[in-house]
């Protein structure tokens, strides 16, 4: 497996794998009919190629096929945030998301960064893959995010193990 920086071009594999785990790790939170109505179009191709060219995207690709994909912001100096973070349903639990994970914080914590925040959903799927991390809990922080739901705030320094 390959952990690069995403390109433009990789737009449509990113919205195809977002559709995706979002129809699969949302059932049961968000609405059926919003998740089944979901489609990537043409328009959502090209704003995620256009928003390829502002933001820090990541892909794990293997053989060529891009498996999952994440977005790195900075909300404040020394901190990075995984603002999203995908794998196509078809290969969770293959170690493709750690992967990711741990290439990013890598680079980061060589770059200097020294710590890294996710928000994600309140009692949601994936806590469990955050907290195997390493990532711990932020008591107290939370915000609502699409369809009123509740999300959480996890964090973890960059200078351990991750």
């Given amino acids: 497996m390959i952990i690069r920086r995403a390109k433009?071009?990789?737009?449509r594999a990113i919205?195809?794998?977002?559709?995706?785990a979002y129809q699969t790790s949302y059932r049961g939170y968000i609405p059926d009919n919003i998740l089944n109505d979901?489609?990537?179009t043409e328009e959502q191709v090209q704003r995620t190629a256009e928003y390829l060219t502002r933001v820090e995207g990541w892909v794990a690709e293997d053989n060529?096929?891009?498996?999952?994909f994440a977005y790195v912001?900075?909300?404040?100096?020394?901190?990075?945030?995984?603002?999203?973070?995908?794998v196509h349903p078809d290969y969770h639990k293959q170690k493709v998301g750690s992967t990711l994970l741990s290439c990013i914080c890598q680079e980061k914590k060589e770059q200097g960064y020294?710590?890294?925040?996710?928000?994600?959903?309140?009692?949601g799927p994936s806590i469990g893959f955050y907290q195997k991390m390493g990532l711990i809990q932020i008591a107290g922080e939370q915000k609502m995010w699409k369809y009123n739901l509740p999300i959480i705030c996890f964090e973890k320094e960059l200078t351990k193990h991750l």
């Fill in 114 to 123: 020294k710590k890294i925040i996710v928000w994600t959903l309140k009692n």
């Fill in 8 to 11: 433009p071009e990789d737009a």
């Fill in 15 to 20: 919205k195809e794998i977002h559709v995706a």
């Fill in 73 to 86: 912001v900075y909300p404040e100096p020394g901190v990075i945030e995984i603002s999203l973070l995908y």
């Fill in 38 to 40: 979901m489609a990537v």
């Fill in 64 to 68: 060529n096929k891009i498996l999952g």
